[in-house]
């Protein structure tokens, strides 16, 4: 017998409750009848919980838990459940707890001995991932990457070898930067922005980062966004379709000066961008080359 069917009925059980990432119809029937079932429902947006709880036909007592109420309302529901209240953790979409408050109310739960029972459902990670068509075998999942561009290009420095497809939120002020340091740290490595997954105006943007950070950065994308990046492994094969591919590294940049009229700093930069290399990097193929 687990220990979830040895608790005492008397004691409560938090239920993780996915909700759809924008789709309503993506929901499943034992989310609903879970969200039914409880005696209250924590979510983050009140006002966005009510919107899917209305469409469904639920009333139910919901309560907010959010970043800034996330450590006394933990207490609070945990005291419920306790006394044998059931709860429902949902986010505003996807899976709660990921990149969502919860951890803090699931571990509390934990030590109190109440039971965490996940509902499966949608989530833009794996979504994203299967539609992608790159290898999802393994794949490492990196939420939001930090705000400030110093923080996020340390990140990335980490991750320059990462073997695993890469998975990444972002937001859309955000998104031609993080684009832009990822095309500059990582190289052209194949990659694919979904940007509002299940709704109305799902798009899959498909090509290298440097490609796909051009494109953003004259066509600025709205909504949700979830970046899936190729592994280190692949960028071999796009190094080797990339333009000028067979000269040398200064032979490229001699050659993009001369054809395109770029001055030797942008030539520079383009041609590193062709061939996975970060600017110090080139700037250390070029001193040899010479």
Known sequence: MTEQNAAPDRIGRLYLVSTPIGNLEDITLRALRMLREADVIACEDTRHTQKLLQHFEIKKRVVSYHEHNEITRSAELVLEMERGASVALASDAGTPIVSDPGHHLVALCLRHHIPVIPIPGPSAVLAALAASGLPVEEFVFLGFLPARAGNRRKSLETLRAEPRTLVFYEAPHRIAEMLADAAEILGPRPAVLAREITKLHEEFLRGTLPELAQRVSTQPPRGEMTVVVAP???????????????????????????????????????????????????????????
């Open 232 to 290: 280190a492994a692949e960028i071999s094969a796009v190094a080797d379709a990339a333009p000028g591919a067979a000269l040398s590294l200064a032979e490229r940049v001699a050659q993009l000066e001369r054809e395109e009229g770029l001055d030797r700093k942008a030539a520079l930069k383009q041609a590193a961008r062709e061939r996975g290399l970060n600017k110090r990097e080139a700037y250390k193929r070029l001193l040899l080359e010479r």
